[in-house]
Structure formats: structure tokens, C-alpha cells
């Protein structure tokens, strides 16, 4: 099967068309192949084409920190905690392709949605962002309250007729800076 992969330079028209969606005066990604958009001054999503074969991307992922590393002096917390977080991956209804990862370098807890970039375009990175920020503000409005059904923590978000977080990015944000990671918004 031949597919059409994207180049660098169509995803990023196709992220200044987001960006001005979103009321910004430019996004794209940066020399890194990452850019950023912070939501509600507290949801940093990063835009990363990792997957690149030249300059075509094979894969766009949507990434985000959910919580820290957890922790314990109790080995069996830790074992539980880490398999509640495996178990949700497995389950593909209630997390819709986003999956847990564990970065070691920041030892956090991420959360991730890979986007195959054949089909890519505006409404279906609208869309897939949507949906990933709703996750993460259900799993995070979770773990904050310690209210975890660890049976389906997002479906709330995913079926919700109305977007509990609307597609808008913060274009104000306290401390807004460009970075290594690209742009924060």
C-alpha cells in the first residue's frame, strides 16, 4: 500500500491555519519539528514530527505531562499505580488511540496520540486536539480530586456533546516565551 506522507512544509500551512484559528499571528513547528500550545494556563500540548523520513512526516503526536511520576515508599502502591496506568492503554474504546508513557528524563507521566499524517488535515487536527485536551482534563481533574475510575475516566470527555475545553489556545498566558520546544501561546 502506497501512502502519501506529508512534508514539513504542507503540516506546517496546515498549522498556521490552526494557529490562526486560534487567534495567533503564526504557529508552526520550529527546527526541532516541535511546536506548543498551552490551554486554560495549564494544559501544555506539544506538536512533535518525529516520525520523519527527509522532509516527509510519517506521524504528528500530540504530547502532554498529565501528572508526575508516581511515588511510594510502599512497593505495592507503586505496582498498582503503574498498572491501573497500563491497563487504561489497553483499553482502546475509552482512551481513542491516547496512550500513557512514562518519560524518564522528566519523570512524568505523559500522555500521547500518535496522528498518521496520510490523511492529515485542519479538521481532523482540530479535532484530535479537541479530544486529547478533553482527555487530559478529565484524567487531570482525576488525579487531582482522587476521584480515579480507572475504568473510564475520559469517556465523560469523548462523549460529551459540548467540549468541556473549547478549541481556543491561551494567546495571553502569564510568561508567554518562545522556547526550545517550540512556541508557547
Known amino acids: 500500500m502506497n501512502q502519501k506522507l506529508i512534508s514539513l512544509s504542507d503540516l506546517n500551512q496546515i498549522l498556521?491555519?490552526?494557529g490562526q484559528n486560534l487567534g495567533l499571528s503564526s504557529f508552526a513547528l520550529d527546527n526541532n519539528h516541535v511546536a506548543s500550545l498551552m490551554f486554560d494556563d495549564q494544559f501544555l500540548v506539544e506538536l512533535q514530527a518525529l516520525?520523519?523520513?527527509g522532509n516527509k512526516v510519517r506521524t504528528l503526536?500530540?504530547?502532554a505531562a498529565l501528572c508526575p511520576e508516581p511515588q511510594s515508599d510502599n512497593p505495592a502502591e507503586l505496582i498498582t499505580s503503574y498498572q491501573k496506568?497500563?491497563?487504561s492503554n489497553l483499553s482502546g474504546k475509552i482512551m481513542s488511540g491516547l496512550s500513557f508513557a512514562l518519560d524518564k528524563e522528566s519523570n512524568e507521566?505523559?500522555?500521547?496520540?500518535p496522528l498518521p499524517t496520510t490523511q492529515l488535515d485542519l479538521s481532523l487536527i482540530e479535532s484530535e486536539m479537541e479530544n486529547f485536551v478533553n482527555v487530559l482534563e478529565q484524567w487531570a481533574r482525576c488525579l487531582q480530586h482522587g476521584e480515579i475510575n480507572w475504568n473510564n475516566p475520559a469517556v465523560k470527555a469523548q462523549n460529551s456533546k459540548k467540549s468541556s475545553v473549547p478549541m481556543k489556545a491561551d494567546t495571553q498566558a502569564k510568561g508567554a516565551e518562545k522556547s526550545a520546544a517550540g512556541m508557547r501561546v
Not at 109 to 113: F, P, S, V, Y
Open 16 to 18: 498556521m491555519q490552526l
Open 51 to 53: 516520525d520523519c523520513e
Open 61 to 63: 503526536y500530540l504530547i
Open 85 to 87: 496506568f497500563l491497563q
Open 109 to 113: 507521566i505523559l500522555l500521547i496520540r
